[in-house]
Nanobody
């Protein structure tokens, strides 16, 4: 079982930066793929970024490439999402998610991730 707690959200002006953190519990963190998703009001949840268990592979939605960076610290059981050059359209609740240990599948699909955090609000003002 993995429990996830996000933090770091808040209000920021367009062009600004935020770093989200997701702290995990459980003994299997170093063997799971971690993902970030977001959901804006009235919209479906969408993929943001993912990182494999070792950190050697990262994946991004096209609209986030070059602006967002996902990383992880397995010793701290934490995954991060550094968000730069934020835009008002980045406003959403951001969720982190964890796969099963060594779970394979499409990292951009929410179905890969059985474990989810409660979300953290990011609001970007224009």
């Amino acid at each position: 079982q993995v429990q996830l707690v996000e933090s770091g959200g808040g209000l920021v002006q367009a062009g600004g930066s935020l770093r989200l953190s997701c702290a995990a519990s459980g003994r299997t963190f170093s063997s799971v793929t971690m993902g970030w998703f977001r959901q804006a009001p009235g919209k479906e949840r969408e993929f943001v970024a993912a990182i494999n268990w070792s950190g050697s592979n990262t994946y991004y939605a096209d609209s986030m490439k070059g602006r967002f960076t996902i990383s992880r610290d397995n010793a701290k059981k934490t995954v991060y999402l550094q968000m730069n050059s934020l835009k008002p359209e980045d406003t959403a609740v951001y969720y982190c998610a964890a796969s099963l240990p060594y779970g394979g599948g499409v990292v951009r699909s929410a179905t890969l991730y059985p474990y989810w955090g409660q979300g953290t609000q990011v609001t970007v003002s224009s």
